[in-house]
């Protein structure tokens, strides 16, 4: 890790062609998320924040701006190389859980220790994260053999495997019912404590946002309500 933001975006745009014209998606973007810091993204559909989601995760490119994690400017990267930090960097969890169905658990885990050089053992570190996410027990569970709150659990444990400087987590409860998401959120809530992860949370829940240090709310494609870390 470096002394840098964790994650940073200055004025970023992002416009389609629509005909002889340009529709503006994100009309200028700035925003500076710390190292440890919890950061809820809000904003109603077609607001722009799917559209900032994936270009702060590095799967989508600005019109124009740049994007730094950890330091590292991402924008122009060709994507051989982009590929290779988006892997050490930046750690997704989605609405969906997108884990491979013919891989058991601890595979999925290891899936992204194969990218790039990571220290030590994929097989060890893959148990090390679902022992962390209580998911010891179920190693060799493929995903059809878990519950939905347990594949989240999988999901996160696969995010924080390669140490990354943020997690981004796109409506991680949105396919969970109530107390489950609740438990999910209480166990981001833990991993940050235990290991200083920094978390961007996009929601549409309140309550969700409420439970991290500030909120960022985009409307459309201007970000509103920048408060302060509390």
């Not at 730094?68 to 982009?82: A, F, H, K, Y």
């Amino acid at each position: 890790m470096t002394d840098a933001p964790a994650l940073e975006a200055r004025q970023v745009r992002r416009s389609l062609p629509l005909g002889d014209q340009r529709i503006e998606i994100l009309r200028g973007i700035d925003l500076v998320i710390q190292p440890g810091e919890s950061v809820a993204l809000m904003g109603p559909s077609g607001s722009g924040k799917s559209t900032l989601l994936g270009i702060l995760a590095g799967l989508d490119h600005p019109t124009e701006g740049h994007v730094l994690v950890d330091g590292i400017d991402i924008t122009d990267m060709p994507e051989s190389r982009l590929a290779v930090v988006r892997n050490a960097k930046i750690g997704m969890v989605f609405q969906a859980f997108n884990l491979i169905p013919t891989l058991t658990a601890q595979e999925n885990v290891e899936v992204p220790l194969y990218v790039g050089n990571h220290p030590g053992s994929a097989a060890e570190r893959a148990r090390q994260m679902l022992d962390l996410v209580g998911l010891a027990h179920r190693t060799g569970h493929k995903p059809n053999q878990l519950s939905g709150g347990e594949q989240q659990r999988v999901a996160i444990a696969r995010a924080l495997a390669t140490d990354p400087a943020i997690v981004i987590a796109d409506e991680p409860t949105g396919n969970l019912d109530a107390h489950t998401g609740d438990l999910i959120l209480q166990l981001l809530a833990d991993l940050r404590a235990r290991l200083g992860t920094t978390y961007l949370i996009a929601t549409h829940d309140q309550r969700i946002a409420a439970r991290a240090e500030r909120t960022l709310t985009i409307v459309d494609g201007l970000l509103e309500n920048h408060q302060a870390p509390r």
